[in-house]
């Protein structure tokens, strides 16, 4: 595997290639984070094109392609306006790789919905989007790996809102009444079994007020997946 330490500056941009440790920072501006080369991002990408599972509808618009700097980007992405169908609206809206669309629909649809009507006797209205896409390092941290927002293949999730317009915030929520409490961990552990990734306020600190949902290859068979 080769890693690349890459400094993203406005207007200029500078590859430098390292070994397997993180040299020192780039300088007071711009963007530094760490790369790895990928090989199975295009390829997936293109066969969930192929598939068809992903279809444009007034919620799933084809926009252009998210590229740079650097590998940052998408070839093909997707505005993601609402889930199921148009009844969960995502605000605002998020840009984001094909196969991300498909596990969150199946989310909402089996998990989130669900829950909220088990708990709340509500349906579900709303997601509150934190983050989508966004070429930066992992958690904003300058010179640490690039994060998966970069691919625009990572979405967070910090509220939900019912049909009657409360929201159970993750932030407020997480540590609130038994009931918000239950329906925020039910959401959680569902969540493992859509994403490869779950980063909840369990984590740390940096996610206190949101989940992390994004469908990263980890391990070396790619198959690993990581819940906290």
Not at 165 to 181: A, K
């Amino acid at each position: 595997m080769v890693l690349r330490r890459i400094c993203v500056f406005a207007p200029l941009i500078v590859l430098l290639l390292s070994g397997p440790a993180l040299l020192s920072g780039c300088g007071t501006s711009g963007t530094n984070f760490v790369v790895k080369d990928d090989p199975w991002r295009s390829p997936e990408e293109r066969a969930c094109l192929a598939s068809g599972v992903v279809r444009q509808s007034a919620f799933v618009r084809a926009r252009s392609a998210l590229g740079g700097p650097s590998v940052c980007g998408a070839e093909t992405p997707f505005e993601m306006l609402a889930a199921d169908s148009g009844r969960v609206m995502l605000e605002p809206s998020a840009s984001l790789r094909c196969p991300m669309i498909p596990q969150i629909d199946s989310w909402v649809k089996n998990v989130v919905e669900p829950a909220a009507r088990y708990y709340f006797r509500q349906e579900l209205a709303g997601l509150k989007i934190l983050a989508s896409y966004s070429c930066r390092p992992m958690n904003s941290v300058d010179g640490a790996q690039i994060s998966e927002h970069a691919y625009a293949n990572a979405l967070d999730v910090g509220g939900f809102k019912l049909a009657n317009g409360d929201t159970i915030s993750v932030l407020r929520d997480w540590n609130g009444s038994e009931r918000e409490q239950a329906f925020l961990r039910r959401v959680h552990q569902g969540s493992c079994e859509y994403f490869t990734t779950v980063l909840s306020p369990n984590y740390n600190r940096l996610h206190a007020d949101h989940f992390h949902l994004d469908l990263a290859r980890h391990g070396r068979d790619g198959l690993m997946r990581i819940c906290k």
